[in-house]
């Protein structure tokens, strides 16, 4: 039987307790399911926060655990009933839960989520775009009303969904302004990264609280991917949205992604998200926490705007899928959540 090299866990761990498996290879079992031969795959946060069980919960982990969700790579082969890809057409994806794996050689998946890549990037760059672009898009898409014209303030505009925020606000939606934070090195490389014009003010978090500098009431919208816009409330205008995707969600909306969480665990979300609710709402501010539910809709309109050059990937780091150890430390420094810039990919073809 033939073997591939897979990115696994045996038990539940920071990303030291890694393991890099023989893993028999994947094979198409469903007729609408594709092979794909991975070239590069990028790490997520919820990557290792699985791994150290945040979801052990109502989402346990079959041992020996596949990671990751985003890749980019060629089809290898395709079901019997697949006819909108052909081999060695190139694709990206954000795996379904249940197809998980895409740090490792080879992973199947349904062609429902698969989308042509955008021709325009490498396969590094197409592979840090999915999860964390689309978790974005929903987010924007949540605020009633769209953007057009407003002022949005997007924390951490150097991470992986606040890069992707920052240019869908305004190169896609017409946001007006667009404010965001980073660290201090980061500041003078967020239109070199982001690209001129798309931050319109950017807040070194250092040295400078953003609820000091920006003005009482200026702004209509907050998207959070720090956990801190709660206490921006006064920031906001009456009527304004905060979205965040850090704090935890409704049950409701867990249970789109996971329809098996107990019911406890949903009333008890669905009861820190009123609080949260009723905080905003005192402010007379709309407040909602977003969970990506992955569409390939939406992943096709990221290839769109990406070879219109309106969503650039940030790839801050690449790193060798042969080089086991630097993996682990690439996941490491995501487990830290701190330091890092844009998206970290593992190129799985050399
Ligand atoms: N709800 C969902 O469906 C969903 C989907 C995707 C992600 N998430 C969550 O959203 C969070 C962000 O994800 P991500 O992929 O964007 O993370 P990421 O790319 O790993 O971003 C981390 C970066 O944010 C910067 N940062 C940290 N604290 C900051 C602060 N207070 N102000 C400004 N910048 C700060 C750090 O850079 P510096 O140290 O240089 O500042 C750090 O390197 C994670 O907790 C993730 O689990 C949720």
């Not at 866990?9 to 893993?23: E, I, M, Q, R, S």
């Not at 070194?204 to 956990?227: E, F, M, N, W």
Request: charged share 25%.
């Amino acid at each position: 039987m033939s073997t591939i090299k897979a990115v696994t866990f045996n038990k539940y761990t920071k990303p030291d307790g890694f393991v890099l498996a023989d893993l028999p290879m994947p094979t198409i079992e469903r007729p609408g399911d594709v092979l794909i031969k991975v070239y590069a795959a990028s790490i997520n946060p919820i990557d290792v926060k699985r791994a150290v069980g945040i979801l052990r919960i109502f989402n346990p982990e079959k041992f020996p655990a596949r990671i990751g969700y985003d890749l980019a790579g060629v089809i290898e082969s395709v079901g019997a009933d697949v006819a909108e890809f052909k081999i060695g057409d190139e694709v990206f994806v954000r795996l379904a839960e249940d197809e998980r794996g895409a740090f490792q050689e080879y992973v199947v998946a349904s062609s429902k989520t698969v989308a042509l890549k955008p021709t325009n990037l490498t396969f590094e760059e197409a592979a840090s775009l999915p999860l964390a672009s689309l978790t974005s898009l929903q987010g924007l898409l949540a605020v009633k009303g769209g953007l057009k014209d407003k002022t949005v303030f997007v924390t951490a505009g150097l991470s992986g969904t606040g890069s992707a925020a920052c240019q869908l606000a305004k190169n896609v939606f017409g946001a007006a302004k667009v404010i965001t934070t980073v660290s201090t090195s980061k500041v003078a490389r967020i239109p070199e990264l982001l690209g001129e014009g798309v931050v319109d003010e950017v807040i070194d978090y250092k040295t400078t609280a953003a609820g000091k500098v920006i003005p009482k009431g200026s702004l209509d919208v907050i998207y959070d991917t720090v956990g801190e816009a709660l206490s921006y409330l006064h920031l906001m205008k009456p009527g304004g949205w905060i979205i965040s995707i850090i704090t935890l969600p409704s049950g409701q909306n867990l249970k789109a992604l996971f329809p098996s969480i107990p019911s406890w665990f949903s009333l008890m979300l669905d009861g820190i998200f009123k609080i949260n609710h009723y905080r905003a709402s005192r402010y007379r501010v709309n407040y909602d926490s977003v969970v990506l539910v992955p569409t390939k809709e939406q992943l096709l309109d990221l290839k769109q705007w990406a070879e219109e050059g309106k969503l650039k990937p940030v790839v801050g780091k690449v790193v060798k899928f042969s080089d086991f150890e630097g993996v682990k430390k690439a996941f490491t420094e995501i487990y830290g959540a701190k330091g890092l810039t844009g998206k970290t990919v593992i190129k799985i073809i050399e």
